[in-house]
């Protein structure tokens, strides 16, 4: 098993293009989570889905949108990249109460 | 408001000491979690705790439900011991986890 796998690893925009940042969870696990990880700060929530076919905003989920495109995987899709969502992002997956993170994707935006 | 506060924020050892790292945490949880991030690295999940206290090899978690605490313990540590740990709680209610800003600990040779 792979476990949470995330594509790319890295990336650099340009302020005001747009990327889709991938996840796929090979656990089968139904609910799945994009965290962003900025220095000083905690793990932030971005959005999360429950189960396919579902998807909720969590704490900062403003400049992003995401897709649950099957159970597998779960994607995070920024439109209008600005320098503020310059972070790493994880993607996770959950079964019960034990979380399972991606290695991450480092993003900056300049 | 953070939900999650963990001690100390930086922490410098020398190898073979034993370090402590705490938690302190404002709602009711369901479980705790420590989590261990390397430099440059994913995060990988050490314990999942509801109560009392696990062991794995040198690291050993506790929790106290009441006093809403939890403490990490790494015995005769090495440098390969040095990462980020993060302390994380799942809420009672709700799907959010909220997580610590993390204790960052170098061990010396």
């Known amino acids: 098993n792979a476990g949470v796998t995330q594509t790319p690893k890295f990336q650099v925009l340009k302020t005001g293009q747009s990327m889709t940042l991938q996840c796929a969870q090979d656990?089968?696990?139904?609910?799945m989570y994009w965290y962003r990880q900025d220095p000083g700060m905690g793990l932030r929530l971005i959005y999360y889905?429950?189960?396919?076919?579902?998807?909720d905003k969590g704490e900062v989920p403003n400049g992003y949108n995401v897709s649950r495109l099957n159970k597998r995987e779960f994607s995070l899709r920024l439109e209008s990249a600005a320098p503020s969502q310059t972070s790493v992002y994880f993607c996770?997956?959950?079964?019960?109460?034990?979380?399972?993170f991606g290695p991450g994707t480092r993003l900056t935006v300049t | 408001k953070n939900e999650v506060e963990q001690s100390p924020q930086n922490l410098t050892a020398q190898e073979g000491e034993f370090i402590t790292i705490n938690c302190s945490y404002s709602?009711?949880?369901?479980?705790l979690h420590w989590l261990q991030q390397h430099p440059g690295g994913g995060i990988v999940s050490l314990f999942m705790?509801?109560?009392g206290k696990k062991k794995h090899g040198r690291l050993i978690a506790t929790i106290n439900i009441q006093e809403k605490h939890s403490s990490l313990h790494i015995t005769a540590s090495h440098p390969r011991d040095s990462a980020v740990y993060i302390c994380?709680?799942?809420?009672?209610?709700?799907?959010?986890?909220?997580f610590g800003t993390g204790t960052s600990l170098t061990v010396i040779p």
């Open positions: 996770a997956s959950r079964y019960l109460l034990a979380e399972y």
């Open positions: 656990m089968n696990h139904n609910s």
């Open positions: 889905s429950a189960s396919e076919g579902t998807t």
């Open positions: 709602v009711g949880i369901s479980a």
């Open positions: 705790l509801s109560s």
């Open positions: 994380a709680v799942r809420p009672i209610t709700g799907n959010q986890f909220y």
